[in-house]
C-alpha cells in the first residue's frame, strides 16, 4: 500500500514528466524567424505526431498555388480577378506593366504628406491642416485604424495629423465625430473603390453638409481614393477635390492596408512607409519556404483546430494595448475571406472561422473565465511582445511594484499564466512572438495573417478574395430603402396596423419590414406617431403633415 509520502512523490514526478515532454515539443515545434523578429509556437496544440506528413501534399499544393498567384494567375476566378495585394511590397514580383504603377504609389502618397505638412497645401482658413478625417467601411477603415493606433501618436510629431474615422451611416456617431473636429484644418479622405458603397456615400454626404454650413468649399478640404471612372471619381473631379488617388483593381479592401488605403493616412499621420512594407515584404520573403513556412503552419493549424470546417473560433489575444484593434482587423480579414457557402467546385461546404478577441490582460477579467471553464469550442492566438515599450515611445517608467518586477512582468506573468491554464484543461492555443512593436513589426504581422488567410483557403478549396454575402447585405438594405420611399410617396393619411398599410400599398409580403420602418420613423419626427401595444399586430400608425427631407442619389 502506497503511502501519502510515495503518492506526493509519484505525482511529482509525473508533473516532471510533463514538464519535460512540453518542453520537448515546444523546442521542436517553435520556430524563431531572425529576419523579420518573429517566432510561432505551436506546442500546445494537440495535432498528432505525423500531422505534417499526413497533409504534406496538400501543402504542396498549396504552395504551388500562392507561386501562381503571385505571377498574376487569376486567384479570385468568380470576379475574374488577379490577386496582387502581396505586389504593394513587392513590385518586382508584379507583371510588368503593373510595377510602375505600383512604385508610384508609394511615392505620390510620400509626396502628398509632405506638401500637406509643411504647408504648400493649405486650406482655406487655416495655416496648415493639422486632423484628418477618414471616411470609408470595412477594408477601407479597419487597416488605418490599426496601424494608427497602433503607432499614430509615436510618430506624429509637430507636423503628422491626428487622424479620425466616420465608419458608419449612424447620424449621432458622426456628429458626434465632426463636433471634436476644427473643419477648418481637417483634411477629409473618402474611400470607396466603387464609390457607390452607401455607409461611406453618406458620411461623405453629412461631412459635406458640415463644411457648407460654415461656409467652406468642402472640395478645398476633400481627397479620394478609388477606382478611375466611379461615382466618386467623377464626383469629386466634378467638385474640384484636391487630389483623387487611384484605388487598384486587384487588391481587395480586407487586404488594401498597403495600398492607397492605407498608405495615404500612414504618411499623412507621420508613419515611415518603407519600414511598414519591408516588414511585410520579408514575411513574403519566408512565407515562401517550403518548410518551416510559418504562414503555412499557422494555416495548418487553423485546419487542425477546426477539422478543416472551422469548428472552433479564433480567440486574438495580444498581450499589448497598441495592439487591441488587431482582433477587430482580422475578424473582417479571416471572416470574409473564409466564410463561403459554396467551394471552388461549387459544392456546398459551409466554411468559416469565428473570430473575436480584445487583449490581455484585461480578458481575464471578461471571457476567459467562459474559455478554461465552458464549452471548449475554441483555440486562442496569443500576440506576445517581448519589448515592454514600443520603437520611439517614452520608455522611462522603470517603477517596480514589487522587488525586481515591473508592470511588464506582470503583463508576460498574466499572458503565461493564462496559457497554462487553457492548456490544463485542454484548451489549445498558439502564441505568436515578436521582439518589439515597430512598423516594421507590424507589416510582419499583417503579412503573416494575410498568407495565412490565403493558405487557409487553398486548403479548404475556398475563393478568399470575394465576398457575395456582403453583396447579398447591400442588396437587402436596398430593398428596405426602396420599401420606405414606396411607404412615404404615398401622401397618406389616416391611421392603421403595419398589416393594413402593406395591404394598402401592395407589401403583405414585407409586413414586418414595413412595420420597423414605421417605428424607426415614428422616432425621428418623419410625420409619422404611433400608439403601442403590447403587441405589435395591434400598434396604429397614425400619418400627419410631412416634412420635407433631402433625397441624395449616388
Do not use: C
Not at 467638385?239 to 487586404?255: A, S
Not at 492605407?262 to 517550403?290: H, Q, S, Y
Not at 473570430?355 to 471553464?373: M, P
Amino acid at each position: 500500500m502506497s503511502t501519502p509520502t510515495n503518492q506526493t512523490q509519484a505525482s511529482q514526478t509525473q508533473a516532471n514528466q510533463t514538464q519535460a515532454n512540453l518542453w520537448k515539443k515546444f523546442a521542436n515545434t517553435t520556430r524563431y524567424y531572425p529576419s523579420v523578429g518573429l517566432s510561432l509556437d505551436i506546442s500546445r496544440m494537440n495535432f498528432e505526431t505525423d500531422f505534417f506528413q499526413v497533409h504534406a501534399v496538400d501543402s504542396e499544393k498549396a504552395l504551388a498555388a500562392m507561386v501562381e498567384i503571385e505571377k498574376g494567375a487569376i486567384g479570385n476566378p468568380d470576379e475574374n480577378r488577379m490577386v496582387g495585394h502581396y505586389w504593394l511590397r513587392a513590385p518586382e514580383l508584379a507583371p510588368a506593366e503593373l510595377r510602375a504603377g505600383i512604385v508610384a504609389g508609394v511615392r505620390s502618397a510620400k509626396e502628398f504628406s509632405e506638401e500637406v505638412h509643411y504647408g504648400s497645401l493649405k486650406p482655406q482658413s487655416s495655416s496648415r491642416f493639422r486632423q484628418l478625417l477618414v471616411v470609408g467601411i470595412g477594408g477601407s477603415a479597419l487597416g488605418p485604424q490599426l496601424v494608427s493606433d497602433a503607432l499614430g501618436d509615436l510618430y506624429r510629431g509637430e507636423v503628422g495629423l491626428k487622424v479620425h474615422f466616420v465608419d458608419n451611416t449612424d447620424p449621432d456617431g458622426i456628429i458626434r465625430i465632426l463636433k471634436s473636429l476644427r473643419l477648418q484644418e481637417t483634411l477629409v479622405l473618402v474611400i470607396s473603390k466603387s464609390g457607390g458603397t452607401v455607409e461611406t456615400r453618406n458620411g461623405m454626404l453629412e461631412v459635406e453638409a458640415a463644411y457648407k454650413k460654415i461656409g467652406l468649399r468642402f472640395g478645398a478640404h476633400a481627397v479620394a481614393v478609388t477606382m478611375p471612372g466611379s461615382a466618386l471619381d467623377k464626383f469629386a473631379k466634378e467638385n474640384d477635390w484636391l487630389r483623387v488617388f487611384e484605388m487598384l483593381d486587384w487588391v481587395g479592401g480586407r487586404t488594401s492596408i498597403l495600398s492607397a488605403v492605407g498608405l495615404i493616412p500612414m504618411a499623412l499621420e507621420g508613419i515611415p512607409l518603407g519600414e511598414i512594407l519591408f516588414g511585410a515584404a520579408d514575411m513574403d520573403e519566408v512565407t515562401r519556404a517550403k518548410t518551416d513556412n510559418p504562414a503555412l503552419n499557422l494555416a495548418l493549424m487553423w485546419y487542425h483546430a477546426g477539422g478543416g470546417k472551422g469548428l472552433k473560433d479564433m480567440v486574438i489575444l495580444p498581450y499589448k494595448d497598441r495592439l487591441v484593434l488587431l482582433s477587430k482587423y482580422l475578424q473582417q480579414l479571416v471572416m470574409e475571406s473564409i466564410g463561403k457557402e459554396k467551394d471552388l467546385d461549387g459544392n456546398t461546404v459551409n466554411q468559416g472561422i469565428a473570430v473575436y478577441g480584445n487583449k490581455g490582460s484585461t480578458d481575464q477579467h471578461a471571457y476567459i473565465q467562459q474559455l478554461r471553464d465552458g464549452i471548449n469550442n475554441f483555440f486562442a492566438t496569443f500576440i506576445e511582445v517581448l519589448s515592454d515599450y514600443t520603437v520611439n515611445a517614452d520608455s522611462s517608467s522603470k517603477l517596480e511594484v514589487k522587488k525586481n518586477v515591473r508592470l511588464g512582468d506582470y503583463l508576460q506573468g498574466f499572458y503565461l499564466g493564462t496559457r497554462t491554464a487553457l492548456y490544463d484543461k485542454n484548451r489549445e492555443s498558439i502564441t505568436i512572438t515578436i521582439d518589439e512593436l515597430s512598423p516594421r513589426a507590424l507589416g510582419t504581422l499583417i503579412a503573416l495573417y494575410e498568407r495565412a488567410v490565403g493558405f487557409y483557403a487553398l486548403l479548404v478549396n475556398v475563393n478568399a478574395y470575394h465576398q457575395p454575402g456582403v453583396e447579398a447585405g447591400k442588396k437587402a438594405a436596398e430593398k428596405i430603402v426602396d420599401l420606405q420611399q414606396k411607404l412615404l410617396s404615398q401622401n397618406l393619411t389616416g391611421s392603421f396596423t403595419a398589416v393594413e398599410l402593406a395591404q394598402k400599398i401592395g407589401e403583405i409580403e414585407s409586413v414586418e419590414s414595413l412595420y420597423k420602418i414605421l417605428l424607426h420613423l415614428s422616432h425621428n419626427q418623419r410625420g409619422v406617431s404611433v400608439e403601442r401595444s403590447q403587441r405589435a399586430d395591434q400598434d396604429r400608425f397614425t400619418f400627419g403633415e410631412k416634412k420635407e427631407s433631402v433625397n441624395f442619389q449616388s
